[in-house]
């Protein structure tokens, strides 16, 4: 049955095909609601803020990048309980702006936090300008505290959906390895494009091992025996003559080492002499 037409007197709603093109929008809207040179969304990664979204007319920061979290802003927001909107900077008798981030002339700030589904700290929507507000911007805290309810929802909804997507490209990739049913070379390289996608858009962290067996091995159990180690959110694909690549999702290089350091034992003690190669996985 064809779909009827839109009445002509009905306002077509915007398209947005991806959560990060909806945020941008999102920043844009802030941005002509309530002025600020620069609006951000960040995710908190150990002691580093990384720019997740940028919408930026003045200080050239761009997606990517990585501010240090305790010469930021917004850890006085977050962990000393500053402002969460300051209209000029120069008012506050403590003046702590002028020692952070000193290659940034702020005149102004706004920063929320973001949560993630436990309610833990994920990052923070902030805005900055060179210039100092109106001071009635300060007015704005109900709205733009149901602005980053509702940001946290959305990254919230998009990090989960791009973990179960990781685990279903893993478990049904069409590129399988005839001796270990895992996936083969290009499987692999969809796998590293996919989490290079999720590190990039949600801050996320991924780590790769390659392992090099003996060639005369047994490559299923090779296969099994890994399987056994790693976990569901974890891929291990077979690259050819007993060489593996092993995706370690939401790990950091220390934790991965360590992983590392376990399958080589535990292979060790199958007789399976075994080199293993680690880095970490680049955003692309």
């Known amino acids: ?6 009445p002509a007197d009905v306002i077509p709603l915007p398209s947005y095909t991806t959560c990060q093109s909806l945020l941008d929008a999102h920043l844009t809207e802030l ?7 620069t609006w951000m969304i960040t995710r908190l990664s150990g002691e580093d803020l990384i720019l997740l979204r940028v919408q930026d007319g003045h200080y050239g920061l761009q997606r990517g990048e990585r501010l240090q979290w305790q010469n930021s802003y917004c850890v006085r927001m977050v962990e000393l309980g500053a402002p969460r909107i300051t209209t000029d900077v120069s008012t506050d008798p403590d003046d702590p702006f002028s020692s952070l981030n000193n ?22 929507l902030c805005a900055m300008d060179p210039q100092a507000q109106p001071a009635d911007l300060a007015n704005a805290l109900p709205s733009l505290t149901h602005d980053a309810a509702l940001i946290s929802f959305l990254l919230n ?13 893993f478990v049904e990739h069409p590129d399988r390895c ?10 692999w390289d969809d796998i590293c494009r996919q989490e290079a996608s999720n590190c990039r858009d949600f801050g996320l962290q991924a780590s790769v091992l390659y392992l090099q067996a003996p060639e005369d091995g047994d490559s299923l159990t090779i296969a099994d025996s ?13 690259l050819g003559s007993n060489c593996f690549g092993i995706l370690l999702a939401d790990t950091d290089e220390e934790k991965s080492r360590r992983v590392a350091d376990r399958i080589r034992d535990a292979l060790n003690a199958k007789q399976l002499l075994v080199r293993i190669d680690q880095e970490m996985l680049i955003s692309g």
């Open 178 to 187: 005839d001796d270990t049913g895992l996936p083969g070379r290009k499987g």
């Open 226 to 238: 890994l399987a056994a180690l790693l976990r569901e959110q974890d891929s291990i694909a077979h």
């Open 1 to 6: 049955m064809p779909t009827p037409p839109m």
């Open 31 to 37: 941005q002509n609601r309530f002025g600020m040179a």
């Open 103 to 124: 290659s940034l002339d702020i005149g102004a700030y706004i920063g929320l936090p973001l949560v993630d589904s436990d309610n833990r700290l994920f990052g923070t």
């Open 157 to 169: 909804n998009a990090v989960r959906e791009a973990r179960e997507k990781r685990l279903t490209t």
